[in-house]
C-alpha cells in the first residue's frame, strides 16, 4: 500500500475564502493534514498561492474537490512525497 | 457542514454581511414609517372601525415583504451573476458548482428574506396594540396612540442599532431616527389633517 505523506501545490483562488479560511478548510479535509499556504502572487480578482500539505495519508481527490468547492483551481503538482508500506502477514 | 455554518460561509466569501444588515434597516425604516403614516392619516381621518384599520395596514405589510423578498431577489441575483461571470472570466474556469456559484442563489434568497421579512415584522409589531384592542383587551391608551409609541419606540431602536454599528453615540443616532419620524408625522398631519 502506497501512501502520500506530502504535496506542494500550485493553486489560483479568487480573493475570497481568504488565505487563512482557505488553508482551514484543506486542513478540515483530514485529521492530522499539517498545511503551510504562501501567497505567490496577487491580481485584481486572484491570488496564485502555494500550498504544502502534510499527513500520515493525504486523500487527493477530497483535496481537489475543496479546492474546486472554494472556486480554486489546481494548475499544478509541484512536489510530492509517498510512501509504501510493508504489508502485514 | 451544518446549514447554519454553510450559510455563514457563502456570506463570509461574498462579504455580505453589511449588505444584510443594511437591507434589515432601509427596509425596517421603510417598514416603520409605513405603518406610522397609515396609523396617523387614520387618527386625523373619519372615525374608523379597528378591524379596517388592521386590514388596509396588514395589506401595506405584507406588500412591503413580498416587495422587498421579490425585488431583492432579482436584483442581488442580478448582481451576483455579473459578480460571478468576471470573477470565472479572471480564473479561466466554471465557478458554477464553487461556493461562488451557489452564493449567488442563496445569498441573494437570504438578503431577500431579510429585506421581505424586516418590513413585514416591524409593521406587524406596530399593529399589535390595534389587534389586542379588536381581542377585546383595554388598553390605558387610544390603540391607535399605543401603535404610534410602538412605532416611535422602534424606530428609536433601529438609529440605536444603526449608531452601535457606527460605533457612534447610540442616544444621538436613537433621536436622530426619531427626528424623522416625528418630521414625517408632522409633515403627515399638515397635508392630510386639514
Known amino acids: 500500500m502506497v501512501s502520500v505523506k506530502r504535496v506542494v501545490l500550485d493553486v489560483l483562488k479568487p480573493h475570497q475564502p481568504n488565505a487563512l479560511e482557505f488553508s482551514m478548510a484543506l486542513a478540515k479535509v483530514g485529521t492530522d493534514y499539517c498545511v503551510r499556504l504562501n501567497v505567490i502572487e496577487v491580481d485584481e480578482s486572484t491570488e496564485t498561492l502555494q500550498i504544502e500539505i502534510e499527513g500520515n495519508d493525504i486523500d487527493f481527490e477530497a483535496i481537489q474537490s475543496t479546492i474546486s468547492d472554494m472556486g480554486a483551481s489546481l494548475h499544478s503538482i509541484d512536489e510530492v512525497e509517498v510512501q509504501s508500506e510493508i504489508q502485514g502477514n | ?194
Request: overall charge positive; hydrophobic content about 55%.
Open chain 2, 1 to 194: 457542514m451544518s446549514l447554519l455554518k454553510q450559510a455563514k460561509f457563502l456570506l463570509s466569501i461574498t462579504r455580505s454581511h453589511d449588505i444584510v444588515r443594511r437591507y434589515f434597516v432601509v427596509n425596517g425604516f421603510d417598514g416603520a414609517l409605513t405603518m406610522l403614516g397609515l396609523i396617523i392619516g387614520f387618527l386625523v381621518s373619519a372615525p374608523t372601525d379597528t378591524s379596517i384599520i388592521i386590514n388596509v395596514c396588514l395589506g401595506a405589510a405584507i406588500a412591503l415583504g413580498m416587495s422587498g423578498v421579490s425585488s431583492a431577489y432579482v436584483s442581488e441575483t442580478a448582481e451576483r451573476r455579473h459578480a460571478l461571470g468576471k470573477l470565472e472570466d479572471a480564473m479561466i474556469s466554471d465557478l458554477q458548482d464553487s461556493a461562488h456559484g451557489k452564493a449567488v442563489h442563496w445569498v441573494s434568497l437570504w438578503i431577500a428574506l431579510v429585506n421581505g421579512f424586516a418590513p413585514l415584522i416591524i409593521s406587524l409589531l406596530i399593529l399589535t396594540p390595534l389587534w389586542l384592542s379588536k381581542a377585546g383587551l383595554s388598553l390605558p391608551i387610544s390603540p391607535l396612540y399605543a401603535a404610534i409609541m410602538v412605532a416611535l419606540i422602534l424606530i428609536f431602536l433601529l438609529g440605536v442599532f444603526l449608531g452601535r454599528i457606527a460605533g457612534i453615540s447610540w442616544v444621538r443616532s436613537g433621536i436622530q431616527t426619531l427626528l424623522i419620524a416625528v418630521l414625517t408625522s408632522v409633515l403627515i398631519y399638515l397635508f392630510a389633517g386639514h
